[in-house]
């Protein structure tokens, strides 16, 4: 019986645990999600049911009965799983269930200070950093506080990374440059208000008048006595005496131009808010902006597990030792290792480096607190694990290696110059020469080839009878004496074809080069007006004719021209008997007893000359003449 009491109370007991430590929805860091759910239902359906029935049959002569089936319908029931849903809370993103309560969670542990927001550390007195881990003043930064702040003009070193933080009017790696103008204050990303009669204050964003000019922004002609008294508060800040003002809220400054930082608001922005959630503190009034998804107005603090005190600001373990009695020792790579939470010994690396016990490098394409920055580096740019910088590939420069080296120069950091004669550039990675049109070598310095020409004069010039072919285009100059695109057309002849040729004789032509006329074959003389002299022929008259019996031959071709009675290509051949005169082109028409002169074509008796043939006279060397 006790034993059955003993149960009641537990079970009790634990129930009311579990209700005690429920969230409460109306937390500003609860955030409520719909889940799906299996359950059971009964649902109803149609179920088909044979019903069986014996009827007459449609013959009227038998007696049998026949059997008629007929499906119905009735309606059933069957258990079912169908999806359902619910509300159900959890902590919102950021934050971590402690007991009831929602707790923000900083992925670095506040290690002298206290986590008020995600990822947002509250740092004790004398502490600074990102993680309240570093005791380094101002002018000092590294471990051991080593290293010397090199931040001019007032900037603050990070005392983790070194890098500077600007105060306003200044930017730069080392806080070395003012505001351009035009501009002032924090990173120099306020513009300046001032009017034409005046500029700007590159820190305070003031507005300094030139003479004969007045008002907050200078806008103002002085009359022609003096200048007034002039206010330089401006956002509708009151003058309180001379230089101070009384800034409305969301502004603070020396003139008031500087918006409320974060978490702070009101006039001169003198009051604290804490929003959650990513929520932004209205610098006006206060009120908290929420990110969508989330609404309330503000949120509390509770300690994180592992640390206590009333500013949660004292570690329950000492360094190196965790645990709920600080039973355990740290695993972490302590070279590598910012801190080790003291309750669940989680290791929280230093910028570069990952991995359960902060003994891996950064993933390529990350760097910094937890690996978890993706770098911003392009064209091959690799970034520094911890802080990010990127070391760019050859040919590369800028921040992020986002612009190619400028022309002439190439390689790791645009470093080298190039050594390139005639060219259009040169790589930026290695510095290899890109040819001008007509050059050619590793330096560009070297022209094309006679016969080539174009970039790396890999074209063949085309060019005809001696003409020049430029290395750049290969466009063609032709000799005297040629003209067209490729100098294949001969033209009147001289430089470029520009004489006009003489009047030459006989249809014979000028010679594209000298000017002097050719002359057609049979003609001579500096015009070509004369024939070729009796004997020769043919072009310039050096044929020598070679016709017999005093026979003359044309100056053209050097044919023949036979006298009468003779014949054949060179004049050697007489007239067959019964043709004569020229070419023997006539017929003889002599009587018997007659022969026909080859020459004249005159009958001539065969007894011989002197005698008067007479018919029946017949005259031979052989024989003497006998009367008839």
Known sequence: MQSLQTCTVLLVLSILIGLSWSLNPRDPNVCSVWESFPTSVKESYAHPYDQVTEEPC??????????????????????????????????????????????????????????????????????????????????????????????????????VTGTCQCPPGYIGRRCEDPCPPGTFGKGCLQKCQCGTGGSCDKV???????????????????????????????????????????????????????????????????????????????????QCQCAEGFTGNSGGCLCEPGFRGPQCRERMCRHGTYGLHCEHTCLCHDTHTLSCHPLKGECTCQPGWAGLYCNETCARGYYGHGCLEPCLCVNGGVCDSVSGRCHCAPGYTGAHCESPCKSGTYGKNCSLECSCSNSVDCSPIDGTCFCKEGWRGRYCSIPCSKDTWGLGCNATCQCANGALCNPADGSCTCSPGWQGPLCDQPCPYGDQCSITCPSCAHSSSCHHVTGQCVCTPGYTGALCEQACPVGLYGKQCTGVCRCAHNSTCNHQDGSCLCPPGWTGPDCTLQCHPGMFGLNCAQVCSCPPNFYCDPQTGECVCESGPGTDCKKGMVWSPLYPMNSY
């Open 204 to 286: 305070t964003g003031e507005c300094l008048c030139r003479d004969n000019f007045t008002g907050t922004f200078c806008e103002k002609a002085c009359p022609k006595s003096r200048c007034p008294l002039r206010c330089p508060c401006q956002n509708g800040g009151i003058c309180q005496g001379k230089g101070i003002c009384a800034c409305p809220p969301g502004w603070t400054g020396e003139v008031c131009t500087e918006r409320c930082a974060e978490g702070r608001f009101g006039p001169n922005c003198a009051q604290e808010c804490v929003c959650h959630n990513r929520g932004h503190c209205n610098p006006e009034t206060g």
């Open 58 to 159: 449609s013959e009227p002569r038998t007696s049998y009965r026949c059997t008629r089936h007929r499906i119905t319908y009735k309606t059933a029931y069957r258990q079912a799983v169908k999806m359902d849903y619910r509300r159900r809370y959890q902590c919102c993103p950021g934050y971590y269930e402690s007991r009831d309560k929602c707790v923000p969670r900083c992925t670095k542990e506040c290690v002298h200070g206290r986590c008020v927001a995600p990822d947002r550390c509250q740092c004790e007195g004398g502490w600074r950093g990102d993680d309240c881990s570093s005791a380094c003043n101002d002018k000092h930064w590294g471990p051991g506080c080593s290293q010397l702040c090199k931040c001019e003009n007032g900037g603050l070193c990070n005392p």
